[in-house]
């Protein structure tokens, strides 16, 4: 049976790599829902049925858990799916603000995310329990997952809302950037470029890779084949 990864594009890819090396013996399928990315800007239930799309189709291709690898879907949609599929173990990914309230020691912690991340209930209760002693500059970056996706992370385009989007963490003197969307991944270093040196730029991507390998260990579902993905 396979491990599906799910995202609205290739930002799942950035959470897909870490899963390949953690569990180096698992088969993996990956979606990506090109015909509806970016889900950023879309509505809650835009996204749900979206999400519960993608849901029908990898449910009948032999999975034995699903990655929701997008900040988006699992903010829209995880609890409501795991409600669905008790059988099988749902991952999602979420900002990782709680590690990033612990690393800053300048008080002040960037959120890189989505529109949609940032005005979901998930997210104000993730700040309101474990990032209340600092303050959060919840950034929120609409068109950049897409222009990535399009244009590439190197593109001229990728490089002007970088500016637009960094420019106001790096003047607050954040000393840590949280990467709330499994796309930005791909740009780490032009954000770390605009940023001060020093500054730590935290992903949760192998931290969900672990959190797999857990769960499938915890119910006896570890794989110990060679190795594959399905595109
Ligand atoms: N990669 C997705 C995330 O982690 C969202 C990109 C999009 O807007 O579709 O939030």
Known sequence: MKIAF????????????????????????????????PYGVKTTDEVKGFVQQAFDFLVGCDVKAIVVAC???TAAAVSALRAALPAIPVIGVEPGVKPAAQLTKSGVVGVLA?????????????????????????????????TIEHEGADSPAVGKLLDAYIAPLAAAGADVVVLGCTHYPWV?????????????LLDTGEAVARQTERLLSAAGLLGGGHGHLTL
Not at 8 to 37: C, T, W
Not at 128 to 144: E, M, T, Y
């Open 71 to 73: 900040n988006t879907a």
């Open 188 to 200: 780490a270093e032009g954000i770390a470029r605009r940023m001060p040196a020093g500054t730590v």
């Open 114 to 146: 989505t529109t949609r991340t940032l005005h979901s209930d998930r997210f104000q209760r993730l700040v309101g329990n474990h990032a209340n002693h600092v303050r959060v500059l919840a950034q929120a970056c609409p068109g950049l997952a897409d």
């Open 6 to 37: 799910f995202d609205s594009g290739i930002g799942g890819l950035s959470v897909l790599h870490h899963a390949m090396r953690v569990l180096p013996k698992e088969q993996f399928v990956f979606y990506a829902d090109e015909d509806n990315v």
